[in-house]
């Protein structure tokens, strides 16, 4: 009885100073811990959780005010506005192969720009939330086939162009929204037309309108820059008219 009672107690002494509890001494220990330390490990818990959601909340709110911005204005010519009159002598125009309408690098991209010309006149500055649809080239090129086409001229694209089919090239030299004052401004168009028939120079002329913008903004100068193309591709159709047609 002795025996055993004292090998009974070395294990038990064995265990605790190897420090792994039995049973019995870590049920008695979680029993004995006192109230408040239960309820500082519960606040701990629930204070880390809570923090966690409100990581959450402010990083999502954050995310979306940061992507929020300007909206920005896409513009492009309008409808083709109804020809007031008829255009002379545009029944008697040949059919005629209009080419792609070439221009500076500035021109073949979507960003508007617009210049200072009382503070600043070489700088040439971009609006920053403002875009033409397709590139000012491709406006100028649609706009005046659309334009001399509703004239009666028979537009044909290279493409379609047949033997000794005469061809009009035109080159954009200027295409620009220009403030005169932080208050008023103006929509200039410029292009240089030249006319071949088998390949041979027939008439060169160049050709600027300027329009007056109704407002001191993207919006004005589009609308501005839209009837500066109207009036020049009027004054192509009378200088072709004018040519001789063989």
């Known amino acids: 009885m002795t025996s055993t009672h004292t090998t009974m107690t070395r294990a038990a002494l064995g265990r605790l100073s190897a420090g792994t509890p039995d049973a019995t001494t ?3 220990s979680r029993a004995a811990l006192p109230a408040t330390t239960l309820t500082s490990r519960l606040s701990a818990g629930l204070s880390a959780s809570l923090a ?15 992507s929020k911005g300007p ?6 010519f309008g409808p083709l506005p109804a020809a007031s009159t008829p255009a002379p002598a545009a029944a008697a125009l040949p059919a005629l192969v209009i080419a792609d309408v070439n ?8 960003r508007m720009y617009y210049r200072l010309l009382y503070a600043d006149a070489q700088q040439s500055r971009p609006y920053a939330h403002n875009a033409w649809s397709v590139t000012p080239l491709q406006l100028l090129s649609q706009r005046l086939r659309a334009r001399l086409a ?3 001229v028979k537009v044909l694209a290279t493409t379609d162009a047949a033997v000794g089919m005469p061809v009009l090239r035109l080159e954009a030299d200027d295409f620009s929204q220009n403030f005169d004052s932080q208050t008023r401004s103006s929509g200039q168009v410029s292009l240089r037309a030249s006319l071949f028939r088998n390949h041979k ?9 300027s329009t007056e913008a109704h407002s001191a903004d993207a919006a004005g100068g589009a609308r501005a ?6 009036a020049v591709a009027a004054d192509i159709l009378a200088w072709l008219a004018s ?3 063989s």
């Open 225 to 230: 820059l839209a009837a500066s193309s109207d």
């Open 103 to 110: 221009g500076p690098a500035s021109l073949d991209t979507n």
């Open 71 to 76: 909206v920005a204005s896409v513009y492009d």
């Open 26 to 28: 870590d049920a008695t």
């Open 243 to 245: 040519l001789p047609q």
């Open 150 to 152: 509703q004239a009666g």
């Open 52 to 66: 966690i959601t409100l990581a959450i909340t402010l990083a999502t709110t954050l995310g979306g005010c940061a």
């Open 201 to 209: 120079l027939v008439d060169q002329k160049t050709f600027t309108r």
